[in-house]
C-alpha cells in the first residue's frame, strides 16, 4: 500500500525560501515515481517537478515559472521526498501535493499518479 503524508506549508514572504516534506510508506520509493504538484483557487492543478527511484534530486521543472527555484530530493532511510523552494513570490500560492506513479518515468499529468496526499497550504504574501 502507498501512503503519502505532506508538510512544511505556511506563509512565507515574498523572496523567502520554505521547504515541503512528503513522508511516504516504507516501500513506496522503491517502486514508485514521485511528483510534487500544486492547486492555486481557480486553476488547474500542474505539475512542478519528479524524482525517479534512481534519483537523489532534480531540479528539472515542468512548470517555466519555477525553474530555477524549485528542487526535488529524496531521503530514502527516512522514506521522505522534499520540495525546496527560493525566491518565492505571491502567485507561488497554492495548495502543494505530493503524489505516486508506478513504474519508472517521470511525468507532469495528473492522471498518471495513483496515490496522493492530502496536501499542504503555502501562502507568499507580505
Known amino acids: 500500500q502507498v501512503q503519502l503524508v505532506e508538510s512544511g506549508g505556511g506563509l512565507v514572504q515574498p523572496g523567502g525560501s520554505l521547504t515541503l516534506s512528503c513522508i511516504t510508506s516504507e516501500f513506496t520509493l522503491d517502486s514508485y515515481v514521485v511528483g510534487w504538484f500544486r492547486q492555486a483557487p481557480g486553476k488547474e492543478r500542474e505539475g512542478l517537478l519528479c524524482?525517479?527511484?534512481?534519483?537523489?534530486?532534480?531540479?528539472?521543472a515542468y512548470v517555466d515559472s519555477v525553474k530555477g527555484r524549485f528542487t526535488i530530493s529524496r531521503d530514502n532511510a527516512k522514506h521522505t521526498v522534499f520540495l525546496q523552494m527560493h525566491s518565492l513570490r505571491p502567485e507561488d500560492t497554492a495548495v502543494y501535493y505530493c503524489?505516486?506513479?508506478?513504474?519508472?518515468?517521470?511525468?507532469?499529468?495528473?492522471?498518471?499518479?495513483?496515490?496522493w496526499g492530502q496536501g499542504t497550504q503555502v501562502t507568499v504574501s507580505s
Open positions: 503524489a505516486a506513479k508506478p513504474a519508472y518515468g517521470c511525468s507532469s499529468y495528473v492522471g498518471a499518479y495513483s496515490y
Open positions: 524524482i525517479r527511484q534512481s534519483d537523489s534530486f532534480s531540479n528539472t
